[in-house]
């Protein structure tokens, strides 16, 4: 493969040919990669197609069009010609077409504008393709289109070939008709051809394609073959797409379109209904992301929606909404930011710093409420810190004072001020250790003073219970054992006493009952249960005397009660003695006594009843009598019959009563007639009034009721006529409700028929006449004002001012038109407001903010007073500046100035208007900031990597680790400290090892000079074994060999002159160790006779305090004997003293009874 054609250096093959090469190759001056396209002339190249080739260099390099290759240079190297362009990296249609990629409609329609577009600008410079085909179209990865032609020899499978006659060139299925019937090539031709490929794209097929392997059948196909319709082909094809395609590949070029100019009006609309059919979709995608919160996505579909359909409202108000949220968000980042790093400050307690971080968040958003509340909070705790501390100061100063408890309270206090400050947390628990001690002293003193007097009032169970707490609090206490010995024995004494007075007081309340005394005697039994309950022996004793009491109180009462029922009885105050009985007998059930005198009160009161009862009939019926009411008198008579009995005053009585009612039934009935008819009358029912009468003749004799039906009669006739004409009235009214006047003067004119003098009558039918000539005005009037009204909802204000002039020139000075006539003059106005609106917002939205100028300042004159062309003003103006607070930061940015440029683009976008530019431009400079911060770390580690290496270099290790471990910790992500800690750790073992060789020579040299040959050869094997290869080993054997030779012969001297100093020592050593032995038996006898006497001594001491034990426990189980028997003996008399007292109780009452 040829290395290099010309300046350019060859990196791969492309494609070849039968004629030449294509070639990838790097461009050394621009620093691209490029095409190249070589034609190799030794291949048999013709000069036709030399020449064609040459052609193409100078046609193609003056194209310049974003939709062609672009030709960057050309020339020949070693005879064969080249051409240098623009590499492209993407997919010829001819591949998407036949792997089939998934293309939408939309982006199909835009790969072809792009590619009539590009040929459209190649014919407007006289040039045609003549081989538009899939294959010589490039979609490139940013989805934009190029037109290219590598030429003949690039690629053997791309058909192009030259027909018999010569004529013809390009690639068979793509020709025109009438390039087969020898015309030649031109603009039609080409688009005839693209519409194949268009056709191809859309449906997946060529319009030929099963003719395109038959050369003869494929012109007949051409000639005169209509390919199937494209909505057969592609379901979902819009109807002008496919008539689109169908004029392209029209056989008769009068039909066909002309020019890509031409094609291009009718490809652009298509794609514009495509683009706004896909910008609506789009938008429908955006609400659920903003809901979500994801709104880069739904921005970048907003953008993507605005490029297909740049004047849809919807989308710019979309987008300007989404703009303003991320514009708080990127003002909320920072805010976010300023808040962790209070944060931070905060848990190190440096609240200063962190109140001033949240003090700059506040700024940039003064209306978050939580950098408000947690600004508080930081500037409360610092406040708290600075009291706790002041709290601190003063609780030292009060230690060494000595007042522990005001130190503790201040130590107390600042922490529930500031609950993490160190140092009351460290002092605290020693000075509440302090004041604990000092507490426990005075709390064990006040419970002893309780305790006194606890003792002293004789509330043992309370002494002992504050000894016993305070004990549980602190065992072991001497003086709190001493106290409670004194409440024992003082205890134990008010027990006797209490035994005493609890068997007197049971004495005497024996003798107040024997004596009768029953209250005196309760009241000392109350006594005794309130306070001797628990005494031993008032289980038994006291139920007893409360028995016997409750016994002798009940016969006392029953015997009362007897007493006063009689005394009743003698009064004949039968009720009263029955209901005092009941009550007894309530209290005392089943006394006899009681129960007999109850029956005989019942007799005696059952007969008094019966005679107050005759007499209560008869006073009742007379009364009911004398007041008229014979009914009411007659029903109680018949009552008491029934109750009582065929008593002869009463039957005569209710006979007298029955007559009385009769008369009093005719009377009543004449009353109730006349008084019903009167009412009727009264009440306009004549005809009910009369049939009333006549339904009662047996009052008809009477003169008040022949006068009563007359009356009636006279009065119906009247109230006829009356009724006839009001019901014509309100059905003329009812009807002149809805409006139908006509209708509503039938009624009014037939009543007129029957009753022509009545005067409400006529002036209702005057009136009504009025109204329908009235009304008929007034039905044209709502006509025109409906036809006005209808007008303006459509919105059609010129037409809504024509037929108001209409309606104001039949009805003149009418004013059910001034309303409508200011709808349609405000509506002329904000018609044109709104298209001034439009116009400047469309301006501003393309970015042309002078022409946006130019109109506000065109229609102040006319909209200058309206808040809306105040606001589209200051709009305009904000823009201006907004811009040019875009351009100041901008300019910032590119001198370096990136704080300012940020504080700029920052507050644009808090103060708006919604544009991501400035969010764009922040996120830029924030990556700049970042790269610069990286280039700077990288700076700053190789510095620190040259200073680490610097120390190395003197041997410094100890320097260069410590160096090393500061970088590391300013920069703990850098890969390249390992590297240099191996280095470190390479040299530090070069010196150690160097150092260590050093130390075993001076070792081993040390042992020589001590003549310690054993140690100094062990050395240097060890040494020569863990560093081998040192020249130092063979000289140091050397060494060592010499020293050992010579200790050798000095041995042999020492050892003659030792072996006879050892035989001395030895009998020397021997009568030492006699006498040793002899010395250290004596001493071992008398420690052992020491011993056995220590034992001895222990053993009696043993005998006699156990002995002490003994008597001491055998003095306290004859004590306890002794108290047993006596309390024992007391029960004992106690129990034989109540017993006698049961049994005279009971010879008592068996005397009673």
Not at 270 to 297: F, K, N, S
């Amino acid at each position: 493969m040829i290395a290099r054609i010309g300046k350019y250096t060859i990196e791969k093959e492309l494609g070849h040919g039968g004629f030449g090469d294509v070639f990838l190759a790097f461009d050394p001056d621009t620093g691209q990669k490029v095409a190249i396209k070589h034609l190799r002339v030794e291949l048999g190249l013709d000069p036709e197609m030399l020449k064609r080739f040459q052609h193409e260099i100078r046609t193609t390099a003056s194209l310049r069009h974003r939709n062609i290759v672009t030709i960057h240079a050309s020339g020949v190297e070693d005879g064969n010609p080249y051409l240098v362009m623009e590499f492209l990296e993407g997919r010829t249609l001819k591949d998407i077409i036949q792997e089939r990629q998934p293309l939408s409609l939309l982006e199909k329609v835009g790969i072809m504008t792009q590619v009539a577009e590009g040929l459209a600008y190649a014919h407007s410079k006289g040039i045609v393709h003549r081989d538009v085909k899939p294959e010589n179209i490039m979609l490139l990865p940013d989805d934009s289109v190029k037109i290219m032609d590598f030429g003949i020899a690039l690629a053997p499978d791309r058909h192009t070939v030259m027909t018999e006659t010569g004529g013809i060139i390009g690639t068979p299925p793509y020709f025109a008709p009438e390039q087969l019937e020898g015309y030649k090539a031109n603009e039609q031709t080409d688009i005839f051809s693209l519409g194949d490929v268009y056709y191809e794209l859309l449906t997946g097929q060529h319009p030929f394609e099963r003719f395109k392997h038959d050369w003869k059948a494929l012109q007949m196909a051409i000639l005169s073959f209509d390919p199937p319709a494209v909505s057969q082909m592609a379901a979902g094809c819009p109807e002008a797409l496919e008539l689109l395609v169908h004029r392209m590949i029209a056989k008769e070029r009068e039909f066909r379109y002309g020019t890509f100019e031409e094609l291009l009006l009718d490809s652009k609309a298509v794609l514009v209904d495509l683009q706004r059919e896909r910008a609506g979709a789009l938008l429908r995608e955006v609400p659920p992301l903003v809901e979500t919160g994801d709104l880069q996505t739904a921005l970048g579909i907003l953008r993507e929606a605005q490029q297909l359909d740049p004047g849809n409202r919807e989308a710019r108000q979309l987008r300007d909404t989404i703009t303003q949220k991320l514009q708080r968000s990127v003002v909320q980042g920072r805010v976010n930011e300023l808040l962790s790093e209070a944060e931070g400050l905060v848990g190190e307690r440096r609240f200063g710093e962190a109140v001033q971080s949240l003090e700059s968040a506040a700024r940039l958003d003064s209306s978050n409420v939580t950098v408000q509340v947690r600004l508080g909070e930081v500037k409360a705790r610092l406040d708290r810190s600075v009291r706790a501390s002041r709290l601190v100061s003063e609780a030292r100063l009060k230690q060494q004072k000595g007042q522990l408890t005001d130190a503790l309270e201040r130590l107390t206090a600042a922490l529930a001020i500031d609950p993490d400050h160190t140092e009351a947390l460290a002092l605290s628990p020693r000075m509440r250790e302090l004041v604990e001690r000092r507490e426990r002293d005075s709390r064990r003193e006040q419970a002893l003073q309780k305790a006194g007097g606890h003792l002293g009032a004789k509330r043992y169970s309370e002494a002992l219970a504050v000894l016993e707490q305070i004990e549980q609090e602190q065992p072991g206490a001497a003086e709190v054992a001493q106290l409670r010995e004194r409440i024992e024995q003082a205890k134990e004494h008010e027990r006797v006493r209490r035994a005493e007075r609890f068997n007197l007081a049971v004495s005497r309340t024996r003798e107040a009952m024997q004596a009768g005394e029953l209250e005196r005697a309760g009241q000392m039994l109350d006594h005794l249960l309130a306070n001797f309950a628990e005494e031993p022996g008032a289980a038994g004793v006291l139920p007893a005397l409360r028995e016997q009491l409750n016994a002798q109180m009940r016969a006392q009462q029953i015997g009362a009660c007897r007493a006063e029922a009689r005394d009743l009885l003698q009064k004949k105050a039968y009720g009263e003695a029955l209901g005092l009985l009941g009550e007894a007998l309530r209290r005392f059930p089943g006394d006899t006594g009681l129960e007999r005198l109850q029956r005989s009160a019942e007799e005696l009161y059952r007969a008094q009843q019966h005679s107050e009862a005759i007499a209560a009939v008869m006073r009742e019926a007379g009364e009911k009598r004398d007041a008229g009411d014979f009914r009411g008198a007659l029903e109680v008579v018949s009552a008491a019959r029934t109750r009582i009995g065929e008593e002869a005053g009463l039957v005569e009585l209710a006979r007298q009563l029955e007559m009385e009612i009769e008369q009093q039934r005719y009377a009543a009935g004449l009353e109730e007639l006349l008084h019903a008819s009167r009412q009727l009358i009264a009440g306009g029912k004549y005809s009910q009034a009369i049939e009333g009468i006549t339904r009662a003749p047996e009052y008809g004799g009477e003169a008040e009721v022949r006068a009563l039906l007359e009356s009636a009669r006279v009065s119906e006739a009247i109230a006829e006529e009356r009724r006839v004409v009001a019901e014509a009235l309100v059905a003329a009214e009812g009807l002149s409700t809805r409006g139908d006047w006509a209708a509503a003067l039938g009624p009014v004119e037939q009543a007129l028929g029957r009753y022509p003098h009545d005067p409400g009558l006529k002036q209702t039918a005057e009136r009504l006449r009025e109204q329908i000539a009235r009304e008929r005005r007034r039905g044209a009037i709502e006509r025109h004002r409906a036809t006005i009204r209808h007008e303006i909802e459509d919105g059609a204000w010129k037409r809504a001012e024509a037929a108001l002039l209409r309606a104001r020139a039949e009805f003149p000075n009418e004013s059910a038109f001034e309303e409508l006539a200011k709808q349609v003059e405000a509506g002329l106005f904000n018609a044109g407001l709104d298209e001034v609106a439009t116009r400047v917002r469309e301006k501003l939205a393309a970015g042309n903010i002078p022409e946006a100028l130019e109109n506000i300042e065109a229609t102040r004159t006319v909209f200058a007073h309206d808040t809306r062309w105040k606001s589209l003003a200051e709009e305009v103006a904000r823009r201006r500046a907004y811009e040019a607070t875009l351009e100041e930061a901008e300019r910032h940015r590119k001198e370096g100035d990136l704080s300012t440029a940020v504080n700029l683009l920052t507050r644009v976008i808090r103060e708006g208007p919604a544009d991501e530019r400035a969010i764009q431009t922040i996120a830029a400079i924030q990556a700049e900031r970042s790269e610069a911060a990286k280039r700077a770390e990288t700076a700053e580690i190789a510095e620190m990597a040259a200073r680490v290496r610097e120390h190395l270099a003197r041997d410094d290790i100890q320097q260069a680790a410590g160096e090393l471990d500061k970088a590391r910790a300013k920069h703990p992500e850098a890969s390249y400290w390992a590297t240099l800690k191996s280095e470190i750790d390479a040299r530090q073992k070069l010196l150690v090892r160097q150092a260590e060789i050093a130390a075993a020579v001076e070792s081993v040299r040390a042992h020589v000079k001590r003549d310690q040959i054993r140690q100094a050869l062990s050395e240097l094997i060890a040494a020569r074994s863990r560093y081998p290869g040192q020249n130092e080993w063979a000289t140091l054997g050397a060494e060592i060999d010499a020293r050992q030779a010579a200790l050798k012969r000095q041995a042999e001297i020492e050892a003659q002159q030792a072996a006879a100093k050892r035989q001395a020592e030895l009998e020397a050593q021997q009568a030492a160790a006699k006498r040793q032995a002899e010395l250290e038996a004596q001493q071992a006898a008398a420690k052992r006779q020491a011993e056995l006497e220590a034992q001895q001594a222990a053993a009696k001491r043993q005998a006699e305090l156990e002995a002490q034990q003994a008597a001491a426990r055998r003095r306290a189980e004859i004590e306890a004997q002794q108290a047993a028997a006596k309390r024992q003996a007391e029960l004992e008399a106690q129990q034989a003293a109540a017993k006698r007292q049961a049994e005279l109780e009971a010879q008592q009452a068996a005397a009673r009874r």
